[in-house]
């Protein structure tokens, strides 16, 4: 039997998704990863800005969005997972200068989610088949190039198909 | 497709004389001083056309400064003009600008080269707007910029 892939999914893969009401139904019976700044940007920022939205149906909408994603997480069905820090910060690092390179920014503006980034390489790095859900092309051409450049493979898909 | 993008792709083309370069830069590229020529157009007309025609998607520009075609698809009937109209009626986009101003459309049309090129990250737009990753990623998505 194939190994079980593991599946990344950016902030953008997750909106994507649950905007077309697929979330739930796209997860089931696959583990789904996801990074505490992914976890951050929809759950714990919008949770704070709620009040602030004057527009009520607006609102609603992003409630709803904080809550079925916090459900989800709290139900174990995506997992917020962690970076072995000590042992790949050197690809913290490189996954953060490419990103600035892309960009062409200095790399302490870098503001886009390098951590997934080395998530991804440090699943596939322990031989995992993984598999990068993301509709962000900027973490999509930077994980595309690190993998090459550490000769491991990480499948990109957007939601709308794949990419490699 | 949102419908404002399909009535701009729609505009953009009703001219003969831009179809007819838009066809011609399908063979090979053409810079702006070879296409007033073979059109016998002044070149600030030309100049006018394809920047209309760059900004419909139509045309794009080569590393040596010409234009060359993009191939693109509409299909126009009325199912997909109700389905386009249903869609609209689903955005979330008026709602974001009800609650932040129209300006937010205009900053994030600056980034959106940017951000269709994967130069800008969405969690920039967000932070440059002052958006949540949820307003900014769904004003993207509607504009049909990723």
Known sequence: MSEKPIYILNASAIIALQRKGKLTQYIKDKTCLITSRVKEELIEKPKLKLREIKTDELRKIVEDSVKEIEILVSEGKLVVASIKYKRFSKLLDEARKTIAIYESRAEHEVKADHTIVVLALQKALEGRKTILVSNDKTINKVVQKLATSKGVKITIKTTNGNIT | ?146
């Open chain 2, 1 to 146: 497709m949102s419908l404002a993008a399909l009535t701009l792709k729609l505009r953009t083309l009703a001219n003969p004389r831009k179809i007819k370069i838009l066809v011609s830069l399908r063979e090979k590229p053409l810079s702006i001083t070879e296409i007033a020529d073979k059109f016998s157009m002044p070149q600030s007309t030309v100049r006018k056309y394809l920047l209309e025609l760059e900004t419909g998607g139509y045309v794009t520009k080569t590393p040596d400064g010409k234009f060359k075609a993009k191939d693109f698809k509409i299909v126009l009937s009325l199912d997909n003009l109700v389905k386009l109209v249903k869609k609209e009626e689903e955005q979330l986009t008026p709602l974001i600008v009800k609650e932040h101003g129209t300006e937010i459309l205009r900053r994030l049309k600056e980034l959106a080269l940017q951000v269709k090129e994967g130069k800008l990250s969405i969690y920039d737009v967000a932070e440059h707007l002052g958006l949540t990753y949820f307003e900014t990623y769904v004003l993207l998505e509607e504009s049909g910029l990723i």
